[in-house]
């Protein structure tokens, strides 16, 4: 099932019978992004008439047959222009809403019974935020990524009950328009961040003690990163590389989006990536080399996609 934005509805399209099922109307101005809760059955919605509506499904599957209840949130009072959310086993739930205020505001709600509570404001001025992706780094902790208009991202770290910047990645050269996050079976976790540059940068972030653990002493790798330190508590620190910049686009990279495919014994992580110079490539890591390669290049018209 895919969600998109029209105007000032919602539409559910199913893409096994290419056909729109449903419209979600509650939206006063136009839909600006959509985003399935990640780990749960909502969707997230933001709008130009300053609102974030959290959209559930009257029901056990998530399917448009069913009927939609909605649940604007509190203390929006600016244009949104991007949404994500994340839940931890169908009970605690994170949403985080970018607005044109420059600030990032955060709900979360501490069950399915509960109603969301806005927690934090993260303001940026004169800076100005235009993108956030967020993942569970640890078991109920959450991590998120802001990328800003000047040039940078910065990565944060739920504790002591609110987010709490923790690392700025500065490696971008103009505007960073979009970031994603994967988790690996493997434990590590891919952050691709897209800009305005034509690139895409993929970063890993592994856990310090298991970094250690994974480079044999009598090892020294050709190339090597600077790394970088994510602390997420006083006991628990990540280390952040860059691993690869991608370079295929020839103009702006709008968004980027990750796509993970498991199978019997292994998995397999596949990045999409869309640009302002009407292409959009899936990239692929090539096993053999330990390079990101371009395996699909496909023309079509810019614009915001899920991959």
Known sequence: LIAYGSSNSVVL???????ARRSLRRHGGRVNCVAWIVGGEELVTGSADSAVVVWKPEGKKRGS???WSSKALSGVDASVTAVKGICLHFRVTFVVAVTTNSTVL???RSSRESDFERVQVLAFHPAMGLCVDLIWIEEDVPCMA???DGATVRLYSWRDAR???SLVLDRHTDWVRGV???QLDCGQILLAT???DASVHVWSIVEQAKAARGTPKDETPLLKTKELVLKISPETTYVVSLESILLGHEDWVYSVDWGLTRGTGFQKARLLSCSMD???ILWELDESCGLWMDKVELQTYFGVFSY
């Open 13 to 19: 399209y199913s893409s096994r019978d290419c056909v």
């Open 65 to 67: 047959g069913l009927e």
């Open 106 to 108: 955060v709900w979360k």
């Open 146 to 148: 802001v990328g800003l």
């Open 163 to 165: 987010f709490v910047e």
């Open 180 to 182: 994603s996050f994967a």
């Open 194 to 196: 897209c800009s305005q």
């Open 278 to 280: 009407k292409t959009m």
